[in-house]
Structures are given as structure tokens and as C-alpha cells.
């Protein structure tokens, strides 16, 4: 018989069945099958490690160790370069909210060495606009793709429930875009429509002290006047407003 289909289907048998049933030992047996195939891949031949089955049940599972365990040893989850997969809008969703899931962007970011492109709470805004894209394109599956953005909405307000101080708040909102821009998160959660985040009050804390406290101005003629509140601007106020904070951050 094939080692190497013999290899494969003790893979699976060890990354699937034992972890449900006996946790640790099967985690501990899966690394010791992993390290001895990256040793010995020129004899069994290299595995396949983008959007890997392994990978992808994993972060469906929501198991973080066997995420960072995958990740360790190069397998990742991508976009979708199988013209099958592209095909089929099952296993598109599959992938996607592989991919979008919050344990996944986790460990991602744990082990990036770019804090800001893999920033979890940036992807999180990007992933939960893109699914609400699709489930107003792909309208058979739209509760599945509204599901993976409340997901990630709500993934978005729990990190900002765990900050306990302001410092924290304006730490996590920061992320960069471009060059010299570090308010990021602070922007898109306004301009892409995350109204649950953007109405969290540690948000709207942040919000009023940045855009519009009630503090006495002194105008040029001499006269006193007041800031206003975000919430009552006019649209177009709130337009002029978000433009002006973006020009000045470049």
C-alpha cells in the first residue's frame, strides 16, 4: 500500500477524530506527526498548506491550539485560488468564514510580524463589510453571510468592552493605513457603517472628546462660542468633519 496515502490517512485521523475525544494526547501526537513530515517531506512529499482541510475545520472549531499548532508549521487560509472552489458557493462560504473567524485572526496576529496590516480589529471591519457585500450579491446565501459579519461585529465590541481605560480605548482604535495615518480603525468604524461599534459608549467617550465636546471657544472676533456633539452635526457637517480629520493625519 501507498506510504504515503497510508501517512495522509493517519494525519486525518489524528487532526479530526482523537481531538474531540482525548484533547491533549491527540495534540501532542498530531506535533510529533507534523515535526517528523517536515522532516522527512522529500521522502512522503510536500502537503498542500494553503486553505488546508486541517486548517480550515480547525478555525470553523474555533480551536485555537490546533490553529497556532497548523499555523507553526506554514499552513495558512487565503483567498480562493481553486477555480472549484470558486465555483461552488458552499465551499466559498466555508472558506470565508474560515477566514473571517476571530480565533483564526487571533493567532494570526500573535505570530505577525506586522502589527498593523494584521491588525484583528481592522480585519475584523473589513471582513464583516465584505460579507454584507456578498450577502446583498449572492442573495441565496444571505443570512449565512449576515451571520459571519454580526459575528465579526460582535467580535469588534467585545475587544472594546475588555478596555478598561481611555488609553486603551485610543490603543486599539489605532492601526495604520498608509503612511502617517495611525486613526484607522477610529475612521473606518464610521465611514463603512459599524453602528453597533460606533454606538458602544466607550466609543462614543472617545467620539465626543475627539469631534465635538462642549468646550468654550474663542472666536477670531472675540466672541465665545461652543463646540457641538457628533451626534448633531448635520450629514454634511459630519462629511466636511471626517475629511478634514483624514487630510490632517496625512
Known sequence: MNLIFIFKCLAIELLFSDF??????????????????????DWVGQSVKLNADCMIHAALEEDRERLAMLYSYGYRLGTDTDRRINKDYLKRIKLFKARASPVYKSVVFETSK????????????????????NAAKIQDFTREYMDIAKRCEEFAKGLLDRCTT??????????????????????IAIL???????????????LH???G?????????????????????????????????????I
Open 209 to 211: 472628546k475627539k469631534w
Open 114 to 133: 506586522d502589527m498593523y496590516k494584521d491588525d484583528p480589529l481592522k480585519k475584523c471591519f473589513e471582513y464583516a463589510r465584505q460579507a454584507r457585500i
Open 20 to 41: 474531540r475525544r482525548k484533547k491533549i494526547r491527540s495534540f501532542e501526537r498530531a506535533q510529533v506527526l507534523l515535526a517528523w513530515h517536515e522532516e522527512h517531506s
Open 213 to 249: 465636546q462642549r468646550d468654550r471657544l474663542q472666536i477670531s472676533d472675540g466672541a465665545p462660542g461652543y463646540n457641538i456633539f457628533w451626534s448633531e452635526m448635520a450629514p454634511i457637517s459630519k462629511a466636511v468633519h471626517i475629511l478634514k480629520q483624514v487630510k490632517n493625519d
Open 166 to 187: 481611555k488609553h486603551e480605548v485610543q490603543t486599539l482604535l489605532q492601526t495604520r493605513s498608509y503612511k502617517g495615518h495611525m486613526d484607522a480603525n477610529f475612521n
Open 192 to 206: 463603512d457603517g459599524h453602528k453597533e461599534f460606533v454606538a458602544h459608549e466607550k466609543f462614543q467617550q472617545l
